[in-house]
């Protein structure tokens, strides 16, 4: 068995959204490094373009593509125009803290509008493409917190909309499992990037989870990007409908 072969993924086309910076651009990256021909989406043409010019700068093949996940119309006319996709990353996502009593109908519909129903138009969209080619790796970020409730972050809607997102991981992955397209998800501990920009705001809160996470650390996009491409190579080629918690061990205990 090659086994090298198994994680290459040269002459694979990816599309990868939230790409413009933080975990999604370090995503784009390592396809990009392992092969892949990436497609940089990002709500935000400026920041999608600024991570696709600093690939090909590093001789990678990469390009931009401005894609607001909720606009189902600008997803399905992308992946029309485009050859169908090897590996889709659903990537883009944001959070707000909110208390439940305070939260607002438009706070509740933002959130789950982008985390949940995003990935589902971006999967649906792109995925009809997948399945006529009959193949394909579709890896969407879930979060730890679907699976735990964060106490200092009061977050029910961000919460509710990433167990969302691993529940419809497993339904596309079973729906699709018999006609080639993989659906699995990656559930990231804290990761350092400007999402977290809340938690400068609230000192002890930082030192306070990293007590209670058993390695003691947060973690880097890198480490989220690693899994990723794992998950769209052939080296995961058996699995499906998996929720691969990357947290640091946080979710064991
Ligand atoms: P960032 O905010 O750093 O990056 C997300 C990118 O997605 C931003 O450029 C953001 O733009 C963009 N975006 C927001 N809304 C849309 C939209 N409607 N369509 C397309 N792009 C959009 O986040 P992270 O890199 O930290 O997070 C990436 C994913 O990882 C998210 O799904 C997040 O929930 C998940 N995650 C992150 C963790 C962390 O600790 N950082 C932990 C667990 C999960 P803008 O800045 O304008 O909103």
Redesign the pocket.
């Known amino acids: 068995m090659d086994y090298k072969a198994k994680q290459d993924l040269t002459g694979k086309l990816a599309l990868v959204?939230?790409a413009?910076?933080?975990?999604?651009a370090a995503i784009a990256e390592a396809l990009a490094a392992t092969g892949a021909e990436v497609i940089c989406?990002?709500?935000?043409r400026e920041?999608a373009e600024a991570t696709a010019r600093d690939l090909t700068a590093r001789g990678f093949a990469a390009r931009a593509e401005a894609?607001?996940?909720?606009d189902s119309a600008a997803i399905d006319a992308l992946a029309a125009a485009l050859p169908p996709l090897d590996i889709l990353v659903c990537?883009?996502?944001?959070?707000v803290n909110t208390p439940a009593e305070e939260m607002t109908d438009a706070e509740w519909d933002r959130v789950i509008g982008?985390?949940l129903t995003?990935v589902f138009r971006t999967c649906r969209g792109f995925g009809r493409e997948m399945l006529k080619a009959g193949r394909g790796a579709i890896i969407n970020?879930?979060?730890?917190?679907a699976e735990i409730v964060n106490v200092p972050q009061p977050q029910c809607h961000?919460n509710a909309s990433?167990a969302g997102v691993h529940h419809l991981t497993k339904s596309l992955a079973v729906e699709w499992a018999k006609r080639g397209v993989r659906v699995n998800a990656v559930?990231?501990?804290?990761?350092?990037?400007?999402?977290?920009k809340d938690l400068e705001s609230k000192p002890g809160l930082v030192s306070r989870w990293l007590e209670m996470t058993p390695a003691g650390r947060m973690g880097q996009?890198h480490e989220?990007a690693s899994v990723v491409q794992f998950l769209a190579s052939d080296a995961s080629s058996l699995l499906t409908g998996a929720i691969i918690n990357a947290d640091a061990g946080y979710t064991c205990i």
Do not use: F
């Not at 559930?187 to 977290?196: D, F, H, N, S, V």
């Open positions: 959204t939230g413009g910076q933080g975990i999604g989406t990002d709500i935000l920041r894609l607001d996940v909720t990537n883009a996502g944001i959070a982008v985390n995003g970020i879930g979060s730890m917190s961000y990433k559930a990231p501990t804290y990761i350092e990037t400007p999402l977290l996009t989220i």
